[in-house]
Structures are given as structure tokens and as C-alpha cells.
């Protein structure tokens, strides 16, 4: 066998330190590129929790029927936007009108008649007064006439007739009396709008005042027009539902992460959301704004039963509401209910709690728009007892 010489050593050399030099560089950028992952995974990664299994959510405001009626007009269809006190639906308002014209009759009767048992009780102290003057006189003419009767200056008869005047001036006075409490007791202490009769059907008029105007409804909210279901001549009950609105400037999300990721997911840590219907391009931002109570599973219709046998374990979901927050951006990409959203949450921040602290006592969603009617019915009831005379 031959050896190798010296020049065929040298060939392989420069090979060798050119395999070397290039596994060596492989290697350092592998090593490099794994560090590089490690740092972003403990700096960056491991600090979000991130999750597509999220969906817009929001308030859906039903609008009821508050009295029976027919349906006489529509004024608002789906996708249309209205604003809160615009009239919806209009009931035909005959029936509710008649009984608000016999409420009116009989409010300003009751003041009438008030007013008359008013005069009627001045009457009847009158005649009580008169009543206790008759019996004085009775009385006074009887004292005169019993010493005379002792001196035979009068007849026993006029002694006699003067005492049953006398017990006849007491009876009329007792019954002066007796009509004088009664009729005060009608008006005694309060004034003719105070008086419990009158106050009675005042209380009739305000019913029947605010159910004729309840036959026009109209929007608790501002929002878009959605689910309408209610037809031109359709007989609606109390409580019926009609239609629904959507106030679109007030949705959030609901993120549901599995029961892993909860972990370091704290109340007001900053969140980034996208949606298929605008893309990537288009980017939300919010904060976690509160953490369900229980799984998705436990309120579910038919909640799963894991004491069967033929159990398996399945990954929970929590849901998450990310409160978006009210900026341009959000201004002039509008989001509807249901649409799909990925989630980030930037968990680094972990002062905050995982559950809520304090009661929460402040009103979530409030309106105006009913808040008149009461005063406007007093208003007119107190119009008409004054038009009567009541003060």
C-alpha cells in the first residue's frame, strides 16, 4: 500500500478549515437565532396572551308595547339610526283618549263638588251659631218666666211651653251640631287640592293622562334599528316586544381564554385587537375590563356532566370583556355585534386584581327619556283643579 505524500496532506488541509470555518458559522447563528427566540419568549411572548376566539358584544335595548293598542304608524325600520325620544311606532290612541276626556270630567267634578261641601260646612257652622243663639233665647225666657210662675203671674202652661222650647232649641242644636262636623269633616285641614276626594281622581287623570301618551313609544336610546318584528295593524299587548336598538358606541369584546392563560391576565392591562372585517391594517386598543365568574360551559344551556363515566377532560374558556377604547380609530371603523376579533393582552403589568374590589354602585345604562311624563300629567292635573277653583 502506498502512503500519502506530502503535497496530497496539503490539497486536504485548506478543505478541512473551510468546513470547519462554515460549520462553526452555522452553528453560531443557530445558537444566536435560539437566543434571540428565548429573549423575546422571556421579554416579550410570555408576557402576552393572545386568542381569536373573541367576539363583539354590546347592548341590545328592547323596545316594548306599554299599553294594548293597534298599530297605526312605523316609523323606523332596520339599519335605520334613531336618537333617543324619537317616536317608533305610533297605537291608535281613540280608546286611551276617551278615558283620558272622562278622567279630566271627573277630576273637575271632584273639585266642584269639594268646593260645594266647603260652602256647605260654612252653612252649617252658620246654623249652628244660630242654633246656639235660639237655645240662649229659650233658656233666657224660661228663667224669666219660672219665678213669676211662683207669684201665679203666668199660667203653668206658658212655663210648660217655655221648657219644651227650650229641649227643642237643644235638639236643633245638636243637630246644627252634628251637620256642622259632618260637613267639616269633608274639607277640615287641607285645602280643596289636598282634599283626599279630589286627590283620588287626580291620581285617575295621571293614569289615564300617561297611558294615552303612552301610545306614542318612542327610542330609550340612541342606536341602530335592528330585529323588527311589529306590522301596521297588528294589536300589540303590554310587554309585547317590537323592535330592538343597538348602541353601536357602546360595544366591547368578549375574549374567551383558555383557563392557561389566565394566569397573569389582571383588570386594566392594555389590550390590542384586530378585526377580520377591517384586517390586520386596522388596530383596536382597550383594557381588560373585567373577568367572567365561571366558565363558558357553566352557563350554558345544557351544562356538560362531568360526573358521567365516559368523561374527558376538556380545556375551559373563561371570557374576558375588553372595554375598547373611544378614539378615532374606533370613531371611523364602526363595529357590529358578533363580528370576530383576535386579542392581545400585554400582561406585564400585574398590579392590578383579578377580581373587582369594590361594590359596584354607579348606573351601567341610564335614559331620560320617561322621566317627563309624570311631571307633565301632575302639571295638567294641577292645570285643571285650578281652572276649577281648587287652590
Known sequence: MSMPTD???SAASPGNGRRKRLLL????VFALAG??????????????????????????????????GTVTAIFADDSDRVQAGQVLVQLDPTDTRLALDRARATLAQAVRQVRQADSGASAARAAEAQAQLALAQAEA??????????EKAVPPEDVAHAREA???????????????????ALVEGVPVARNPIVQQARTAFIEAWVAHHRTTIVAPVDGIVAGRSVQVGQLVSPGQPLLKILPLDQVWVDANFKESQLAKIRLGQPATLTSDLYGSGVVFHGKVAGIAAGTGSVFALLPAQNASGNWIKVVQRVPVRIALTRDDTLRAHPLRLGLS????????DQSGPRLPTQPHTAAVARTDVYAHDLQ????????IIAANGGR
Open 7 to 9: 503535497s496530497t496532506a
Open 141 to 150: 225666657d224660661y228663667r224669666r218666666r219660672l219665678p213669676l210662675l211662683a
Open 35 to 68: 437566543l434571540t427566540w428565548l429573549l423575546l419568549w422571556l421579554l416579550v411572548f410570555s408576557q402576552r396572551q393572545t386568542t381569536d376566539n373573541a367576539y363583539v358584544g354590546g347592548n341590545q335595548v328592547g323596545v316594548n308595547a306599554r299599553v294594548a
Open 25 to 28: 458559522i452555522i452553528t453560531t
Open 341 to 348: 376579533m383576535e386579542v392581545e393582552v400585554d400582561t406585564r
Open 376 to 383: 307633565d300629567a301632575e302639571r295638567e292635573a294641577d292645570a
Open 166 to 184: 227650650v229641649e227643642r232649641a237643644r235638639a236643633a242644636l245638636a243637630q246644627a251640631r252634628g251637620q256642622a262636623q259632618a260637613q267639616q
